[in-house]
């Protein structure tokens, strides 16, 4: 009975060691394949990462078209100050020229 015991203890300790070690493998060999093969999905699916690439392209053209368009509207808005200035600064100089030939005047009518 002693040895049939010692056996079946044996036995039983061995299995559950070969199954431990077989889960064990199980796990390793399913994360490496599953990596393995997440990778060849990865690499032989470019529609997902050509929709990814169009849809950045896509989003950084809407910027560069925002970008452009605010650059534009603020180049005409300083186009048109520019605009507004010279337009004062030729009254100013035809204000300025009135003013001169009114003092010639007053001067000649003085003399």
Do not use: C
Request: aromatic letters at 6%; hydrophobic letters at 25%.
């Amino acid at each position: 009975m002693n040895r049939y015991s010692t056996m079946l203890l044996l036995g039983s300790l061995t299995m559950t060691t070969f199954a431990h070690a077989d889960a064990l493998d199980g796990l390793f060999d399913n994360s490496i394949v599953g990596s393995i093969s997440q990778a060849i999905n990865d690499a032989y699916k470019p529609n997902n990462n050509n929709d990814d690439d169009r849809r950045w392209d896509d989003e950084n053209q809407r910027r560069n078209d925002d970008d452009r368009r605010q650059y534009e509207d603020r180049h005409r808005q300083l186009e048109d100050r520019r605009r507004q200035l010279d337009n004062q600064q030729r009254q100013l100089d035809d204000q300025r020229r009135q003013l001169e030939e009114d003092e010639r005047r007053l001067d000649d009518d003085y003399r």
